[in-house]
């Protein structure tokens, strides 16, 4: 799991969250605005992320387990994930920990997942977010929806985080799924 420093901090946490609670084994990385992002959005610094993962590494210990193919990873989500991260991860550019992790799994052709966080997009944006698609990553705008009729920041925090997760192929119940409009 990576969190970068685009707007959203609180969909990674909130992943973070759900996939402790769920018993899964996360090794996370977070990059240094995604730090300043997770302070400033949620007040949340290290020590609330280090309880809800196995290991967490700094951005530029390119030696830590997950910089390797040999490291047993099913899947890697980056949530947020800012348009800086696409785009090394779309060029290859590996010059962090974090997008080394997601050059791993591409390699492996392992499962990646980009919640990208921005908006308005332009055409370099789409351009790398396509370029990554057709090579299988899952791209998941943070940008959830209605139908469940959310009433608090946590509906909609979940409903992405569940998103997320539904696109990683984690089973789940973080939202109401839609299930047909009702009779009238």
Known sequence: MGI???????YGLRLLKEL???????HAVVSEHGWKVLAHECGV???????????????????API??????????????????TLAAVASGLAGNLLCRAADVMLKERKNLVLAVRETPL?????E???KLAR?????????PGFYHHPRTIDDLTAMMAGRIMDSMGIANNCFARWNGMPPE
Do not use: Q
């Open 45 to 63: 610094g290290k020590e609330g992320i280090r309880p809800l993962v196995h290991a967490l590494y700094p951005i530029g210990d390119i030696t």
């Open 20 to 26: 402790a609670a769920l018993g899964h084994e996360v």
């Open 135 to 143: 090579l299988g990553v899952g791209i998941v705008p943070a940008s």
């Open 122 to 126: 332009n055409a370099i944006h789409l």
């Open 128 to 130: 790398n977010m396509l």
């Open 67 to 84: 910089a390797s193919g040999s490291f047993r990873a099913d899947v890697m989500a980056v949530a947020p994930c800012s348009m800086r």
């Open 4 to 10: 970068t420093g685009a707007s959203g901090a609180i």
